[in-house]
């Protein structure tokens, strides 16, 4: 079996896992568990929502009660529910979850994607990916590059990753690699993050070792220090810095903003190093993904 049939092989699979995990979290509304306590977001097939308190659940149907009246909905017109907490609102107004807190722009943080969530991320119109959560703290992502993959020599990109792990109060801790390949060749990095603050604003920082499948292993690290600021319901600001061993280090800085929707996000922002700066173009690079979550 040559490489390339090798590769659909393995997409097929994470298809197959993305269809079997999706199918994991339609959970019938009768056999939820409402109390009074709580503020339910209610999505309904047609994509309306209602945000408010549970009062009453009957065969068919279930009754909550907002700011201003009670409604009553059929479940059978319901396609999701999900329990908002107190932090999720901002002066008065619901702010909904992040939808893309495991990632800046190539780097991940050590919050980690819940088992059975999912995204999938396009970057500059031609590397694609699709991450999927296996366990509350495993995910795995797997890619490739459109120009390669049509030039008949494809590079497959695994990133594999353990996180969410709580090592003290607003401190995470995470790692993994980031892997590519190309016929019967390897390289990557192995990486470790610690990652401090919320979802909503955080910094992490990260040391990982390139290695290949010739044998070499870096005797000197990567260092990444990456940070994000949600300061409004739809933009946050993201920024994602690596220092690069060669003679020295050489330095690579990005910032930008994310503009995201409940399941959406597009960053757009610039790349810079000193030989960008000096031999490319003064203000840097300009790097755009765009993210679905699922």
């Known amino acids: 079996m040559n490489f390339t049939l090798k590769r659909g092989g393995l997409l097929l699979f994470i298809v197959c896992i993305t269809m ?36 009453a659940k009957k065969d068919s149907t279930i009754i909550i009660s907002t700011k201003s009246t009670t409604i009553e909905l059929l479940t059978k017109d319901i396609a999701s529910v999900k329990t908002i907490s107190e932090s999720s609102f901002v002066n008065g107004k619901y702010w909904f979850p992040n939808p893309h807190p495991s990632r800046y722009f190539f780097s991940p943080s050590a919050f980690n994607l819940k088992k059975g969530e999912g995204y999938y991320q396009n970057i500059y119109g031609t590397i694609n990916s699709v991450t999927l959560g296996l366990s509350d703290h495993f995910t795995l992502g797997v890619g490739t590059e459109l120009i390669s993959l049509f030039s008949g020599n494809p590079v497959l990109i695994l990133t594999p990753k353990v996180g969410g792990y709580n090592i003290a109060p607003k401190w995470k801790a995470g790692g993994g690699a980031i892997l590519a390949t190309g016929g019967s060749e390897f390289f990557g990095i192995g990486y470790g993050i610690v990652t401090q603050g919320r979802e909503d604003r955080n910094i992490t920082f990260g040391l990982g070792w390139a290695f290949s499948s010739e044998g070499t292993l870096a005797t000197r690290p990567v260092v990444t220090v ?32 994310r503009f995201f929707g409940e399941n959406l996000a597009v960053d757009v922002a610039l790349i810079n190093s000193p030989v960008i700066n000096s031999e490319i173009i003064p203000i840097g690079i300009p790097y755009i993904d765009f993210v679905y979550k699922f």
């Open 20 to 55: 079997g995990i999706y199918a994991q979290k339609q959970v019938k509304i009768q056999y939820l568990d409402f109390n009074t306590t709580d503020i339910y977001k209610i999505t309904m097939k047609d994509e309306s929502t209602y945000m408010g308190n549970f009062v």
């Open 226 to 257: 990456s940070g994000m600021s949600r300061f409004r319901k739809n933009i946050a600001f993201v920024t994602e810095n690596w220092l690069i061993p060669a003679d020295g280090y050489e330095p690579f800085i990005s910032f930008g903003l």
